[in-house]
């Protein structure tokens, strides 16, 4: 009987099988990496990126860090990424289907290409096209976050723009622009004698090896805590000064691709290197005077009516019979009709591009024939141009964009540091531990 039994389990056994083959082994799909308070990061979003970098760097023939090393920077970044983003949705900052596709019609306008090429593009890179979107729209996001947080934190006097106004008078390559590398050696916040000492070494030590010809980016991307590590620490163009006062004492009257360091800052040991430099930069400022008389259409008056209206009024000016100014008060539509018409100096470039392109083609005094803007038909006289010495205004701006700049790196870089500070951040293991 028991042997009977046995033979039934095991003939039932085997029938199983025949319908029912072995489960196979089961593959992981993905998995959380990191915790960041109440989001996660998932290994694919990991992989993603590496794989993106792995690509772009092949393309451009540029040599990478070891895969451990660049693994670190880039989840360091994507979570940098998730406190902005969970930061972004308190504060209610959202970008909608319409700002995501124009932002993304300009890159591929930037490109000379079409939406669709650029869309195409994108597939023949192997990537998903609605994940790249929304890859874009966070990017978005996290700017905006980025720029209402750090911009409150900035405050610039008078007296600020004032002074740099007065030291960039004083110096002779005040046009001059850097393009610079930079790779930030850290130490804690509140680092001891021994923290300070470690850091200097191995700073030491980058440039030691930088002098023997590594390769800065690959060390950059590898070793560096600057915001800018995994673009291999490039700062991108900048006037000098626009660069931290303890950079641009260093740099200045230095020759391209000079390694300069180790400088120490209030976030660690720094280590600079010119990749390039460019000349003066030339810029004029060209404004018109002139005069318009505006008519818009409606329902009553047709926009060929409009137009018979402004050729009349020109014929009748052209004629010596009407001054413009009188014809400007008595029938222009526009605010200006109450001076004659007269829209004082300005720079064409402000202007509607029809209205400015207009202005072009005319000589002084004369008057152009009726042509429709946004805003309706007009007739437009010249009255002068002038190159304006925009000088006081110009340097007082630029200096404000300057400092601004100048503070809002450094403002950034502390004010991402106090945010993972009081965050919550869990890193996994490769084995889920």
Do not use: C
């Not at 609605?130 to 700017?143: A, P, V």
């Not at 950079?247 to 040991?269: A, M, N, Q, V, Y």
């Not at 340097?395 to 300057?402: G, L, Y």
């Not at 106090?418 to 531990?433: C, H, N, Q, T, V």
């Amino acid at each position: 009987m028991k042997k009977s039994l046995k033979f039934l389990l095991l003939t039932s056994a085997f029938a199983i099988t025949s319908f029912f083959p072995v489960q196979a082994q089961q593959v992981e799909l993905d998995r959380v990496a990191v915790i960041v308070d109440s989001g996660v990061v998932l290994e694919s979003e990991i992989l993603d990126l590496l794989t993106t970098i792995k690509e772009q760097a092949a393309l451009k023939g540029q040599s990478l860090p070891s895969h451990k090393a660049l693994r670190t920077q880039v989840v360091d970044k994507l979570i940098n990424d998730s406190i902005i983003t969970q930061l972004g949705e308190r504060m209610g900052v959202q970008v909608s289907d319409a700002q995501l596709d124009e932002t993304i019609t300009n890159m591929a306008k930037e490109d000379k290409l079409t939406l669709e090429q650029f869309r195409q593009n994108i597939v023949k890179d192997g990537t998903n096209y609605d994940k790249y979107r929304e890859i874009i729209r966070t990017e978005l996001i996290s700017g905006e976050v980025r720029r209402n947080s750090v911009r409150r934190r900035i405050y610039i006097s008078p007296q600020d723009i004032a002074n740099l106004i007065s030291s960039m008078k004083e110096q002779t390559n005040n046009d001059v622009e850097y393009r610079l590398g930079h790779i930030l050696i850290e130490f804690p916040t509140d680092a001891t004698q021994e923290d300070l000492n470690l850091a200097k070494i191995r700073a030491e030590k980058v440039i030691e090896l930088l002098n023997k010809g590594s390769d800065f980016t690959k060390i950059a991307i590898a070793s560096s805590g600057g915001a800018n590590a995994l673009q291999g620490g490039d700062l991108g163009w900048k006037n000098i000064n626009e660069l931290p006062t303890l950079f641009s004492s260093i740099i200045d009257g230095e020759k391209k691709e000079s390694i300069l360091g180790p400088i120490r800052t209030g976030l660690g040991f720094s280590i600079v290197k010119i990749i390039d430099i460019r000349g003066r930069e030339i810029v004029e400022v060209e404004e018109s005077k002139s005069r318009h008389i505006l008519i818009n259409p409606s329902v009553i008056l047709s926009e060929a009516k409009a137009e018979v209206l402004l050729q009349g009024y020109l014929d009748q000016f052209n004629a010596g019979e009407a001054d413009f100014a009188d014809l400007a008060k008595a029938h222009s539509e526009g605010p200006s009709a109450i001076n004659g018409g007269d829209l004082g100096w300005a720079d064409p470039a402000n202007w509607d591009p029809i209205f400015s392109a207009a202005l072009a083609k005319l000589k002084i005094d004369e008057v152009s024939k009726p042509f429709r803007t946004s805003f309706g038909w007009h007739i437009v006289q010249l009255t002068g141009r002038r190159t304006l010495d925009a000088t006081k205004q110009m340097n007082e701006n630029k200096a404000h964009r300057i400092l601004f700049n100048r503070k809002f790196g450094l403002e950034s870089a502390r004010w991402i540091k106090e945010l993972r500070d009081e965050a919550y951040i869990e890193i996994f293991s490769r084995d889920g531990k």
